[in-house]
C-alpha cells in the first residue's frame, strides 16, 4: 500500500508543488502515510507548504518515501515549509491495536536486513 499522495515520477522530469492541503485519518502498516514517491532518474523538485495532517500512522516512514540517486543529487530538492502533525492520543491506540503483534514481528525481520546491509 502507497500513501495518501502517490507518484510515479520514473519517466519524467518532476517538478512539483502541493499547498495548503489537509489530510485526515489515514494507517498504513509498512509504508508511508502521507507521501510516497517513486522518483524521475534525472530531476525532482517537490514543494510541500502548509500541510495539515490529523491522524496519519505508519511504522516505517510516518511522513515521507523518497529515495533519491545520490549521484544525480544536485538535481533533487525537497522544500518543506510549515507542516502541521495532529495525531491524538486514542487514534494512536487505536493504531497500536489495529497493527496488531503480526506486523510488530514483519518490522523487526525488516530492521534486521536492512541493520545486516550497513
Do not use: C, W
Amino acid at each position: 500500500m502507497n500513501g495518501a499522495i502517490t507518484i510515479d515520477a520514473r519517466r519524467s522530469l518532476l517538478t512539483i508543488q502541493i499547498e495548503n492541503l489537509n489530510l485526515k485519518y489515514e494507517q498504513n502498516k509498512l509504508s508511508s502515510s502521507i507521501f510516497s514517491k517513486t522518483p524521475s532518474l534525472i530531476k525532482n523538485k517537490i514543494t510541500l507548504k502548509q500541510i495539515y495532517t490529523l491522524n496519519f500512522f505508519s511504522l516505517l516512514n510516518q511522513l515521507l518515501h523518497l529515495e533519491f540517486d545520490y549521484k544525480n543529487a544536485e538535481n533533487n530538492i525537497v522544500i518543506i515549509e510549515n507542516l502541521h502533525i495532529l495525531q491524538t492520543q486514542a487514534a494512536f491506540i487505536f493504531y497500536v491495536i489495529s497493527v496488531g503483534n503480526q506486523t510488530i514481528q514483519i518490522l523487526k525481520k525488516k530492521s534486521q536486513i536492512m541493520l545486516s546491509q550497513i
